[in-house]
């Protein structure tokens, strides 16, 4: 079975552009999580899908943060306008029910914003 | 005060070394707890689940303490490969909370 796919995996991009990550999940979990991770914060929720409806986003920054699950084999996570601080590693990770069971990750999407 | 606490580390140990981690979680309706591993720009990834009775897997031993709330996490007869990042889990309804990690460096 395919793991948990993220792209892109590598992005540089520039103050103020918009970045969309993207994330398919392991065929039948039905639970979505992204987590950005740094040095100085460590792994960090920002939000968490339960059968494509966001459960709990209060992990999310602040506005400039957005995720959609528009079906269950597909997320995005979009930040506009990006800052050099969203600069991170950004994975997401699937389970089959909740929160309670393990984590299946993706390889994770290293963000740079000069 | 963080949701689960982990020792900072590092950990510098020589091999064959036995090295052990705890993690402190505050919400008593934490429900279930697991230990991931992360090698240096990787993905987490599981490397054991936590139980009240414990739980063995060769060299690894986890151990819950409710009362206390804490886990604990034991490595016996530690391998070069052992080196890496040790992140602690705490989940309750809707929350996964990872520990920041301790790091493990094992040398010859």
């Known amino acids: 079975d395919a793991g948990v796919i993220q792209s892109p995996r590598h992005e540089v991009t520039e103050m103020g552009q918009e970045v969309t990550l993207r994330c398919k999940p392991i065929s039948g979990h039905n639970s979505l999580f992204w987590y950005r991770q740094t040095m100085m914060r460590g792994l960090e929720l920002l939000i968490y899908f339960n059968n494509n409806v966001p459960i709990d986003d209060s992990g999310m920054p602040e506005d400039r943060f957005s995720a959609k699950m528009p079906n269950a084999s597909f997320s995005t996570l979009k930040i506009q306008p990006s800052e050099p601080r969203d600069s991170a590693v950004y994975f997401c990770?699937?389970?089959?029910?909740?929160?309670?069971?393990?984590?299946?990750f993706g390889e994770g999407s290293r963000l740079t914003v000069l | 005060r963080k949701e689960v606490e982990q020792d900072p580390g590092p950990f510098n140990v020589p091999e064959g070394a036995t090295v052990a981690f705890n993690c402190t979680y505050s919400?008593?309706?934490?429900?279930?707890f697991f230990w991931y591993r992360q090698d240096c720009r990787k993905e987490p990834k599981l490397l054991m689940s936590?139980?009240?009775s414990g739980n063995e897997d060769g060299r690894f031993t986890a151990q819950l303490n409710r009362a206390s709330q804490y886990i604990s996490l034991l490595i016996r007869d530690s391998k070069l490969s052992d080196s890496a990042t040790y992140l602690c889990v705490v989940n309750r309804p809707s929350k996964s909370t990872f520990g920041d990690g301790t790091t493990l460096t094992v040398k010859p």
């Open positions: 990770a699937t389970s089959r029910g909740g929160t309670t069971g393990e984590l299946f």
């Open positions: 936590v139980y009240s």
């Open positions: 919400n008593s309706a934490s429900q279930s």
